[in-house]
């Protein structure tokens, strides 16, 4: 084949982990005149997906030399012949892992915007509800590869013997470089909205109830008041199924006359006053205003002053900074390693260039061990929050060895062990299904 299968992998997981700006670029499918290149047994790729994903993986910042579209063409058709063949061996994926997974990705993308809605649907030129279902059946797809090559990868492992020989195999003059890394931890607390904030925004609803009670429009009013991303369209949300909008939202809207309006409703995203449109069959359409919940300054002090009491608990070591974050943390990713940030790898250790800039200068004023004072912080999904940084430990920049990179060692040990199983597992599976490639693209060689 044209690519070696760990390259042909590389460059899927790049494709995939860049699924989040593919709808873009679908913007412009009308420049292509469609049609089908590639078939795996059911399953199809147009020219329009080649084309969307090779110019995505030109943006992606890891092209490297000698990939070209027949490369990016191979690994579309190794990610079906991977999706076809978990049909075949009953691998599945549940329609709630895909539901989580793609919550997450959508927090990922807003956070790329500050979290703002509106200027995320401007950016794609589409509804955050068109956004997500146009997502979700890449999500799945993208699921079922990664649990597909978990299953035939998934009781390799490496021994302390392999890692030195494929230590001892590389030549001296080319063992990697790597930069400064520091362990490093962190605790968050996202400040608890006040009553007072509360009950100020639900008062500021119940005057737009009445002021629409009155005989002003309620599209008018959530054009100029509501903060979420269909205030353009004067809250209209359009037709939903049920399970696809927040619980309290759909709760409170299912539970009105066409026509009628709620009380102010309380969800994740902030108090919201819905007024029913319609129901047909298992759908509804509503419309409404989002005022969202802001913390005050005295509910960042309560944040303040409760991290505060815990990093005075840990200095004294009257408990450990791991055991407090796992508990109290409220970012989980981190939380779930103990407070503490993971390398690429894998490696306890973070690249000092990987860092925000914000911890960047933060670790650059402090010494190893100490722990900072609260500090103002913003969560990936754009929520307003304080946090405590631990800097545990540093490790200057060196040359690679077995005693400070054996983590990454390993890895690269373990990932050239699961190439040669892949290598093996791609010759059998390909006479498995089905594959039709155009003849225009014979020259691409794809998987010979």
């Known amino acids: ?46 020219q329009s997906e080649l084309e969307e994903a090779y110019l995505q993986f030109l943006s992606s910042g890891q092209v490297t030399a000698g990939t070209s579209k027949c490369n990016i063409f191979e690994s579309l058709v190794v990610n ?39 200027a995320l649907e401007s950016y794609y030129g589409k509804s955050l509800v068109d ?68 009950d100020r925004v639900r008062n500021q609803l119940l005057e737009y109830k009445k002021r629409i009670e009155a005989g002003e429009s309620f599209e008018a009013l959530a054009r100029q008041y509501s903060q979420g991303p269909s205030a353009p ?53 509503s419309r409404h205003i989002l005022l969202e919940l802001e913390p005050s300054l005295k509910d960042i002090e309560k944040a303040e002053v409760y991290l505060d009491s ?14 407090v974050a796992k508990e109290y943390s409220d970012e989980q990713i981190t939380a779930d390693n103990g407070g503490f940030m993971i390398g690429e790898t894998g490696s306890p250790y973070v690249a000092t260039d990987k860092l925000d800039f914000e911890t960047f200068l933060t670790l650059d004023t402090m010494k190893l061990g100490t722990i900072t004072h609260p500090l103002p912080y913003q969560t990936q999904d754009g929520k307003k929050a304080v946090r405590i940084i631990y800097y545990k430990d540093r490790i200057k920049p060196h040359q690679a060895n077995l005693l400070d990179d054996y983590q990454k060692i390993a890895n690269a040990t373990l990932a050239e062990k699961k190439n040669r199983i892949l290598n093996s597992w791609f010759d059998k599976a390909r006479n498995d299904v089905f594959i039709q490639i155009d003849p225009e693209y014979n020259n691409c060689q794809i998987l010979q």
């Open 1 to 46: 084949m044209t690519l070696k299968y760990l390259e042909v992998i590389r460059v899927l997981l790049v494709l995939l982990a860049a699924i989040v700006c593919m709808p873009v670029f679908a913007q412009d499918k009308g420049v292509v005149v469609d049609r089908i290149i590639a078939k795996v047994d059911d399953k199809i790729i147009l």
């Open 80 to 118: 079906k012949l991977l999706v076809a063949k978990a049909e075949i061996d009953s691998v599945l994926v549940l329609d709630v892992e895909v539901d989580q997974n793609l919550d997450q990705r959508m927090q990922m993308i807003l956070s790329q915007v500050g979290g703002n809605e509106q």
């Open 131 to 198: 956004i997500r279902n146009e997502l979700r059946e890449s999500v799945k797809e993208q699921l079922i590869v990664q649990r597909m090559q978990s299953s035939i990868t998934s009781d390799i492992s490496v021994t302390p013997a392999e890692v030195q020989a494929f230590f001892n195999r590389i030549p001296r003059d080319s063992l990697p470089y790597f930069s400064a890394e520091v362990s490093i931890g962190q605790m968050v607390k996202i400040p608890e909205v006040g009553k007072d904030v509360k």
């Open 233 to 285: 369209k004067g809250g209209n949300l359009g037709y939903q199924q049920r399970g696809s909008l927040v619980p309290p939202y759909e709760a409170a809207a299912l539970q009105l006359e066409p026509g009628e309006i709620s009380d102010p409703v309380e969800s994740e995203f902030g108090f919201h006053l819905i007024q029913l449109i319609s129901r047909r069959g298992n759908e509804y359409d």
């Open 310 to 323: 815990l990093r005075t608990l840990i200095v004294k070591d009257s408990i450990a900074f791991e055991k």
